[in-house]
């Protein structure tokens, strides 16, 4: 009987891991991203009972699932603002970054689901109610396809020259949007931003590090080359780069840096020429990001080199 107990507990633990493991797909890791906070779980009702990994890595839609009518959420959360329900919060990381300055992006993907992954500035609106929605102010890159395979990858982004109101803690995030058709599911990152000489913010404490500087002679642990071609896709105020990528898995530039889980302080990105050529496009997107791959995911296909 004893036994029996004891494989039976085993069985249970197992599961428990299974079901992690398979709602666990994949999310950015560099710059740093926003965690899951005490607040977040006292204001996301039935979603606190979730693991952390569950809440970083799982797609939106099935987190949605676990909503309970008698453990409901605060007022003012909302899974879907974009940023998977978290917001800024007064002792985040943030990340400094310089307008035209080169720096890296890495993420993790644990089960690979074909799609898109539009890097972006976005900024937060607030509602009557005081819920939070991030909206696509510029789009910096879009990769795709992307997630062909699983595993640790990144490339190099530029942050425009014209970027506005991004001068301060909260004003602004970069949001990591990665949507798979096929899955019909949405993994979204954010990680909170400044924008050195972007304009007036609101002052607060924050804990600020400096995005890594991309150096040309670095390559990803789990990279592939990549070329870049105009976009199709252009901000409201700037243009954004295509990235597209070469038949290996989830692309990334040829000056990706090693992969890391989260950066600590760094030197800034200053001079190191970007590998992505950036051109103007001919669309805007000044949409709300929580439905932006529903009306925008077929709009930036090219042709694959």
């Not at 997630?147 to 990858?153: I, S, T």
């Not at 949007?177 to 304009?199: E, L, M």
């Not at 404490?205 to 252009?234: F, I, L, R």
Request: net charge negative; charged share 15%; aromatic share 6%.
């Amino acid at each position: 009987m004893q036994l029996t107990g004891i494989v039976s507990l085993a069985l249970v633990a197992t599961a428990a891991v299974l079901f992690t493991t398979a709602d666990a797909h994949g999310q950015m890791l560099v710059p740093d991203y926003r965690q899951i906070s005490a607040k977040f779980r006292k204001d996301s009702g039935a979603l606190s009972q979730a693991g952390d990994q569950e809440l970083q890595y799982a797609p939106v839609e099935n987190l949605s699932g676990r909503s309970q009518k008698d453990f409901p959420e605060a007022a003012t959360f909302n899974l879907m603002n974009g940023c998977r329900g978290t917001v800024y919060e007064e002792g985040n990381n943030v990340t400094t970054l310089k307008p035209g300055a080169d720096f890296d992006v890495k993420w993790i993907i644990q089960a690979p689901h074909p799609g898109t992954m539009k890097l972006s500035i976005v900024k937060p609106s607030e509602d009557s109610t005081g819920k939070i929605t991030y909206k696509n102010y510029k789009t910096i890159l879009t990769v795709d396809p992307f997630a062909q395979n699983g595993g640790e990858d990144g490339t190099t982004a530029t942050m425009p020259t014209d970027v506005a109101g991004c001068d301060s803690a909260g004003d602004c995030a970069l949001q990591f949007y990665w949507h798979s058709d096929i899955a019909n599911q949405t993994y979204p990152t954010c990680a909170d931003i400044i924008v050195s000489g972007s304009g007036a913010g609101t002052s607060t404490t924050t804990k600020v590090t400096t995005a890594p500087t991309a150096a040309s002679s670095e390559t990803s642990d789990a990279g592939s080359s990549a070329q870049t071609t105009p976009s199709t896709d252009e901000s409201v105020d700037g243009s954004s780069a295509q990235i597209t990528p070469s038949s290996n898995t989830t692309p990334s530039s040829n000056t990706t840096p090693s992969a890391n889980t989260t950066p600590t302080a760094a030197p800034e990105a200053t001079t190191a020429p970007s590998p992505a050529t950036t051109a103007p496009s001919t669309s805007t997107t000044d949409a709300s990001v929580a439905g932006d791959s529903d009306t925008n995911k077929c709009s930036r296909r090219m042709r694959r080199h």
